[in-house]
């Protein structure tokens, strides 16, 4: 029902547009949220979005550099990565909580899409 793209390899310093597309369903009163998993790590939090759009929240690591936003007419979410760094690199999930407000914490998700690879080289 979550459908994540956009991934790809991109140099340092460079830019990719992550898109989350739901189907099935409308996830309009859903906190959105993106989350990643590099090889041999845990999966950790990116950035999040309340229902409305009008909140956002994001990890340390991608303050100032990636932009999470959403269209609920379209029922899309996405992310704007700049700036990427070598450390970015990892599988990146979307997903999708009944909790209308901020969420952070990925027990709190349940629809999850498949995972979009992004690869930084240095």
């Known amino acids: 029902q979550l459908q994540a793209c956009g991934g790809g390899l991109v140099q340092a310093g460079g830019s990719l547009r992550l898109s989350c597309a739901a189907s099935?369903?409308?996830?309009?009163?859903?906190?959105m949220g993106w989350f990643r998993q590099a090889p041999g790590k845990e999966r950790e939090f990116v950035a999040a979005?309340?229902?409305?759009?009008?909140?956002?929240n994001y990890a340390v690591s991608v303050k100032g550099r990636f932009t999470i936003s959403r269209d609920n007419a379209k029922n899309t979410m996405y992310l704007q990565m700049n700036n990427l760094k070598p450390e970015d690199t990892a599988v990146y999930y979307c997903?999708?909580?009944?909790?209308?407000?901020?969420?952070?914490?990925?027990?709190?998700?349940?629809?999850w899409g498949q995972g979009t690879q992004v690869t930084v080289s240095s």
């Open positions: 099935g369903r409308t996830f309009s009163n859903y906190c």
């Open positions: 997903a999708a909580s009944p909790f209308p407000s901020l969420v952070a914490s990925s027990t709190l998700y349940n629809f």
């Open positions: 979005i309340s229902s409305s759009g009008g909140s956002t």
